[in-house]
């Protein structure tokens, strides 16, 4: 079973500049997450879709970053303008609808530089 | 809200030492409890996993038993390998009273193991 796929891997930009990230989910899972993750801390969740609704954004802050899940299939996180405070790693997750566990799984991430 | 409070590291130890990664947790409800692995260069991986109060998670030598009365779910493993070095993070997931994860993980910091030969 193919996992979560993640593109690109590493991004370096100058801030004031704008960024996407895409991501793959598992097939057949409805469920799919952005996290962000800074050097040091753990995972903070941004937006979680439920097929191509958004269950909960309230953590995403609005006025740069903006996501989309078109068909309920892939996503994509948009940054515009970067803040030097952006530099992290952005994290895509996918889970089943409704699974007891709530487990995720996991990309490797696309790890953004803001210069 | 929700929370996680993992101990301060990072950790160091030999190999064949026991571990012991602290984890406490707030939250209401019913959570699912969880850690997480992730090794250089990789991405997260579920490590070992519990659902309800006294059950206790285990996978390739690791173990963490849900306690309910001190609201903890601390990571062990009674003898480490230089492979274990990776970084470790407790999660939870909020359930509703049926069982029915929220679906969103809250994690803790993380803690960096690394263990020499």
């Known amino acids: 079973e193919a996992g979560v796929a993640q593109s690109p891997r590493y991004k370096i930009i100058e801030k004031r500049q704008s960024v996407a990230f895409w991501c793959n989910p598992i097939?057949?899972?409805?469920?799919l997450y952005w996290y962000q993750q800074i050097l040091g801390q753990g995972p903070k969740l941004l937006i979680q879709?439920?097929?191509?609704?958004?269950?909960?954004d309230s953590q995403l802050p609005k006025d740069r970053f903006s996501a989309e899940r078109l068909k309920g299939v892939d996503s994509t996180l948009k940054i515009q303008p970067a803040k030097l405070e952006d530099s992290a790693v952005y994290l895509c997750?996918?889970?089943?609808?409704?699974?007891?566990?709530?487990?995720?799984?996991f990309g490797e991430g696309s790890r953004l530089t803001v210069l | 809200g929700d929370s996680v409070t993992q101990m301060e590291g990072p950790v160091t130890l030999s190999e064949e030492a026991f571990l012991t990664i602290n984890c406490t947790y707030t939250?209401?409800?019913?959570?699912?409890l969880f850690w997480y692995v992730q090794y250089p260069g990789e991405g997260l991986q579920l490590l070992l996993k519990?659902?309800?109060?006294?059950d206790k998670g285990s996978n390739k030598g690791f173990e963490a038993t849900y306690r309910k009365e001190t609201t903890s779910f601390h990571l062990e493993k009674g003898s480490v390998q230089v492979s274990d070095s990776a970084v470790y993070f407790c999660?939870?997931?909020?359930?509703?009273?049926?069982?029915?994860?929220?679906?969103?993980?809250?994690f803790g910091q993380g803690t960096i193991l690394t263990v020499h030969p």
């Open positions: 997750a996918s889970s089943h609808r409704g699974i007891r566990t709530g487990e995720l799984f």
């Open positions: 879709f439920q097929n191509n609704g958004v269950v909960d």
């Open positions: 519990a659902t309800k109060a006294d």
């Open positions: 999660a939870l997931s909020g359930n509703n009273a049926g069982g029915t994860s929220y679906g969103k993980l809250t």
């Open positions: 939250a209401t409800g019913y959570p699912s």
């Open positions: 097939s057949g899972h409805a469920t």
